[in-house]
């Protein structure tokens, strides 16, 4: 990572922007499937591909605020752990429940997208 310059943050903002659209339009839709029932949001992150740095960290959603520091965590973590996985394109791939490892960040683009709050398999 050399640098943001303002190209790459009206890219980042770009890409929150329709992260968000389509991560709120999922929780709606899937909102009213019973395996969804209190999984109304979450935390999105968009991060470095070499780093994991997390240039942004937003929440999608109504996120319980008991719930709110896991999931902020979470979805840092799956983006910080895929970048150190250069191999792999999800952090499903390097999910380690025992260490409350999960799915939930793929990367595109030159980008890490994660997010926590949402069913991953577990």
């Known amino acids: 990572m050399e640098g943001i310059t303002a190209v790459d943050s009206k890219r980042i ?11 709120a339009e999922a929780i709606t839709v899937f909102s009213s ?15 470095d591909e070499e780093t994991g740095f997390p240039y942004a960290t937003m929440l999608v959603g109504n996120v319980p605020k008991e719930k709110l520091s896991k999931y902020f965590s979470l979805c840092q973590e799956k983006a910080a752990r895929l970048a150190s996985h250069p191999e792999d394109i999800g952090s499903w791939e390097s999910r ?20 926590s709050g949402s069913r991953t398999g577990r």
């Not at 019973?34 to 979450?42: A, D, H, N």
């Not at 380690?96 to 997010?115: C, D, H, M, T, V």
């Open 13 to 23: 903002l770009y890409t929150l922007n329709m992260a968000y659209q389509v991560v």
């Open 33 to 47: 499937d019973p395996k969804w029932s209190g999984k109304e949001g979450g935390c999105f992150c968009l991060a």
């Open 96 to 115: 380690n429940p025992e260490k409350e490892q999960w799915g939930g960040a793929i990367r595109f683009g030159k980008l890490i997208y994660s997010f």
